[in-house]
């Protein structure tokens, strides 16, 4: 059902230097930085040979990131997205599984204009899943 990885999020506290790290020190190459209020995150995207890292830093009161961040103050791996073909399709067939569909359970429209989902950690080997359709 899953397909290529999408991206590889990691939470950070100061996007800004965050981004100069990689820019700098790491060379890569850096999208300029993208609120998404309805997901409580501002993001930069880098563009590697082969996938994506995404940089989350907490945007307004909700945002789950700033929850992560209380548990783990230097920031860290936040989650990991696998592409899926048709995510209402993967959703229902992961529900049936048993496991927990984060929010509402409706995909939102993600970085990507493209639906995602996300499951919880406890479900999938303490490692927070998002689901992107392409
Ligand atoms: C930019 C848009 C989009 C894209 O297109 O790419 C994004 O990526 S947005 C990214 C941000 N959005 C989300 O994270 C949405 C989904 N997340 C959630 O619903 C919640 O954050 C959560 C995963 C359910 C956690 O909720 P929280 O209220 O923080 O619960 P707890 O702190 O009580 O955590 C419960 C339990 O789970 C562990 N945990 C929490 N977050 C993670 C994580 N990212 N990775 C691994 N484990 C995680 C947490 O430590 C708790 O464990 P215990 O302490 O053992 O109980
Ligand atoms: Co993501």
């Known amino acids: 059902m899953i397909g290529r990885l999408n991206h590889v999020a990691i939470a950070v506290r100061d996007l800004a230097a965050a981004s100069a790290l990689y820019r700098g020190t790491l060379g ?36 789950p990131i ?15 997205c696998y592409e899926v073909d048709d995510i209402v399709a993967a959703r229902d067939r992961l529900k049936q599984a ?9 995909p939102k429209i993600g970085a990507h204009g493209k639906p995602v989902l996300f499951l919880h950690p406890k479900d999938f080997s303490g490692t927070l899943v998002e689901l992107e359709q392409v």
């Open 28 to 63: 890569a190459d850096v999208s300029a930085p993208q609120q998404l209020p309805e997901h409580g995150v501002t993001v930069v995207f880098i563009t590697l040979p082969n996938t994506k890292i995404e940089l989350l830093e907490p945007l307004g009161a909700n945002s």
């Open 66 to 80: 700033a929850r992560f961040l209380e548990k783990n103050p230097d920031g860290g791996m936040h989650h990991i």
């Open 98 to 106: 048993g496991a927990r569909v984060l929010g509402d359970g409706e």
